[in-house]
């Protein structure tokens, strides 16, 4: 077989296989309960509406030419419009002009890093943070460095010392993050604006887990407090990714950024270098769902995955061994598990698979540095509560193992 590799570009170095895409192959055995993949449950999609609009476009003369047709790569107008209504709700006045549709968000996430990052800039984001911003970003040959925050020990004078090189950007998931499902209160999202501001740093906020809000009250987006503060949104230096993949469905892969003008203009000449135009049938099937159904439908959602995260955190509760931490998350998919030092969640989750018969996504893949390699992330958007205590249970069983031979060890 031929050797490719002398002739591939340097930052092809820097891709790495994603362990969730990987672990997401087990969801095949059925005899594996699986926390891995944060994905959302198929039983939730609007199948019926979906299939009915594109009956409805396809079957009209006029709609079906449009939808059909190459078009602009700036998105479907009425979509556009539509998607500024909604950031109007969530207290961002902004115009379509304010707006890109993207192949969902993370080729949002691939463009911010392309218009960003030369090799060899620095970039913020939260330690542990997404995986797949890591992936996307890491293409682009950056230097990761700790985001400023709760927890982070690193000073203000730390990232302006001199012959500190001056952060590109920084990336946050303020909403139930991914992989922590922790959210970052008011108070702390204005002090991030504050350093932010100190910085002169770009933030790039993820806000895929907008809609799963199970407890406590909506907090305003950064990107509204950073237009608030500067007059405006062409005025502030905050770009919001949204998606539609979590409050409807993932496969139409209809996602959106939210920035000033002369941002959107620069991501538009990338979609037209990358893809032209995100499918124009895809975008006015999401627009006849989402106009008209995305409030029930994430209410829906929202119900059924809180009693599922209920059922996560009362099975720990239940089964996990002192010596074991979790997150308790108000929202999103996840829930964040740190093990005594020690113990590897990536051996420990060789063990599960081939003992109990139950998938995780070991912690480090969510650190730049692939660190802190005693975590674990867990998902319960995909079991039902019967289920995700059965697994709990397994995982805690192979955990008590592990701690017990560890301390004989020692």
């Known amino acids: 077989m031929s050797d490719w590799s002398e002739h591939y570009a340097t930052r092809v170095s820097h891709m790495q296989a994603s362990e969730i895409r990987e672990l997401l192959k087990l969801l095949d055995q059925p005899d594996i309960i699986s926390f891995a993949g944060g994905i959302p449950d198929p039983a939730l999609f609007p199948r019926e509406e979906i299939a009915q609009a594109y009956q409805r476009i396809l079957g009209d003369p006029q709609l079906s030419a449009v939808a059909l047709q190459y078009s602009i790569s700036e998105g479907y107008l009425p979509l556009r419009e539509w998607l500024a209504g909604y950031m109007g709700r969530l207290g961002v006045a902004c115009t379509p002009e304010n707006i890109l549709i993207t192949n969902g968000s993370q080729q949002a996430l691939d463009f911010v890093g392309k218009l960003f990052i030369s090799p060899g800039d620095s970039m913020l984001v939260a330690w542990p943070t997404y995986l797949g911003a890591l992936q996307a970003f890491s293409s682009y040959e950056p230097r990761f460095d700790v985001l400023p925050g709760e927890n982070s020990n690193r000073t203000l004078e730390s990232y302006t010392s001199q012959g500190a090189a001056k952060p590109?950007?920084?990336?946050?998931?303020?909403?139930?993050?991914?992989?922590?499902?922790?959210?970052?209160?008011?108070?702390?999202?204005?002090?991030?604006?504050?350093?932010?501001?100190?910085?002169?740093?770009?933030?790039?906020?993820?806000?895929?887990?907008?809609?799963?809000?199970?407890?406590?009250?909506?907090?305003?987006?950064?990107?509204?407090?950073?237009?608030?503060?500067?007059?405006?949104?062409?005025?502030?230096?905050?770009?919001?990714?949204?998606?539609?993949?979590?409050?409807?469905?993932?496969?139409?892969?209809?996602?959106?950024?939210?920035?000033?003008?002369?941002?959107?203009?620069?991501?538009?000449?990338?979609?037209?270098?990358?893809?032209?135009?995100?499918?124009?049938?895809?975008?006015?099937?999401?627009?006849?769902?989402?106009?008209?159904?995305?409030?029930?439908?994430?209410?829906?959602?929202?119900?059924?995955?809180?009693?599922?995260?209920?059922?996560?955190?009362?099975?720990?509760?239940?089964?996990?061994?002192?010596?074991?931490h979790f997150t308790r998350p108000e929202g999103g998919m996840f829930v964040w598990v740190t093990l005594p030092e020690g113990i590897d969640g990536a051996e420990l989750l060789k063990r599960c698979i081939e003992e109990g018969r139950v998938a995780f996504v070991p912690g480090a893949a969510f650190f730049a540095d692939r660190s802190c390699r005693n975590t674990i992330r867990l998902s319960f958007s995909l079991s039902e509560p019967a289920k995700i205590d059965e697994g709990i249970k397994r995982l805690a069983s192979i955990l008590k193992l592990e701690m017990a031979e560890m301390t004989h060890a020692a």
């Open 168 to 324: 590109k950007f920084g990336y946050v998931m303020p909403e139930f993050q991914n992989p922590t499902g922790t959210s970052l209160s008011l108070a702390e999202r204005e002090r991030l604006l504050d350093t932010a501001a100190e910085l002169d740093l770009p933030l790039v906020e993820d806000s895929a887990y907008e809609k799963l809000r199970y407890d406590g009250e909506r907090v305003p987006s950064l990107l509204a407090l950073a237009a608030q503060r500067a007059g405006g949104i062409d005025h502030c230096k905050v770009l919001y990714c949204g998606t539609f993949s979590k409050s409807i469905v993932p496969a139409l892969r209809i996602g959106w950024i939210v920035a000033a003008k002369p941002v959107i203009q620069k991501l538009v000449l990338m979609k037209q270098a990358s893809d032209l135009h995100v499918s124009t049938l895809n975008q006015m099937v999401m627009h006849e769902v989402a106009s008209a159904r995305i409030e029930d439908l994430a209410a829906n959602m929202r119900r059924v995955y809180r009693a599922r995260r209920d059922a996560m955190l009362a099975a720990l509760d239940r089964h996990m061994p002192k010596g074991i």
